[in-house]
């Protein structure tokens, strides 16, 4: 099995700093990228079979299509500001460009697309935001890219977690093609923290054990969850944010909780 802990290299030609691809990852869906422009740089890539979500995390931004311009977009300098970002839907056989207005990072997320689809634009106003959970274990949700809006196979979101708190939990997993009850869904998690020299922890585990990892995360590490239950627990002092790419068979998100703590909802 790859490696579950991805760590970002230095700035290459393009401004990557994070690629996975499927086939590094070890599956079939999901793909996801980070690049860092200086002022003034351009990223051109055609999306061939893939559909693509560009999500503007921080900086302001020109993003064009075959058919669309999207000028002057970006509203956060920093995803700690924790508002609604930009964003911008690619469909498969189309191209795009990015042009940076300021110093500019942006998330690319990547998954096999289908025809029918149009390149749009995805404003703050359209993500829908939502507070989850209680007390420890409390986290503010926005919806980028849900399944209720129009997308061939990806599925976008930020959390945003306080410090100290406990997110994607209780542990719950999404790695069995059994509707209605669950959707396998394969997973990354970009991380940030505030301040930047933080840490989480994020434990990967199945029922049966035979994957049971939990690592350190650090500012802009990527961990892979090709399986298996996957909570992320804060630490003091340090702020949690995390974009969550999913992609699967079927666009649905139906979770599994693990039973053993089953109880921290019922309660």
């Excluded at 989850?132 to 196979?153: D, T, V, Y």
């Amino acid at each position: 099995m790859p490696r579950l802990l991805q760590k970002p290299h230095q700035r290459d030609h393009e401004g990557n700093v994070i690629r996975i691809d499927p086939q590094t990852a070890g599956w079939k869906y999901v793909g996801f990228e980070v690049y860092q422009l200086k002022k003034g740089e351009k990223l051109s890539k055609n999306t061939e079979k893939k559909e693509v979500c560009i999500v503007l995390l921080s900086g302001k931004a020109n993003v064009l299509t075959k058919e669309r311009s999207f000028t002057d977009i970006g509203n956060r300098m920093n995803v700690f500001e924790k508002i609604p970002p930009y964003s911008v839907y690619v469909p498969q056989h189309d191209q795009y460009t990015i042009e940076a207005k300021t110093n500019l990072e942006v998330a690319v997320c990547l998954a096999p697309g289908k025809s029918g689809y149009n390149a749009r634009l995805i404003e703050p106003s359209e993500v829908s935001q939502e507070d989850r959970g209680s007390g420890k274990m409390s986290r503010k949700i926005h919806n980028i890219l849900p399944e209720q809006k129009e997308a061939a196979s990806l599925l976008v979101v930020e959390v945003f977690t306080p410090d100290g708190n406990t997110s994607s939990y209780p542990p719950h997993k999404h790695d069995q093609d059994n509707l209605p009850d669950e959707s396998y869904l394969e997973e990354t998690y970009y991380h940030r923290l505030n301040p930047s020299q933080g840490f989480v922890f994020q434990r990967v585990y199945n029922d049966e054990r035979s994957l049971d990892e939990t690592m350190s995360a650090e500012d802009g590490d990527v961990v892979l969850v090709p399986e298996g239950y996957h909570p992320v627990s804060g630490v003091p002092g340090y702020e949690s944010y995390y974009l969550n790419v999913m992609a699967g068979p079927v666009r649905t998100w139906k979770f599994h909780n693990d039973e053993e703590h089953e109880w921290l909802v019922q309660r």
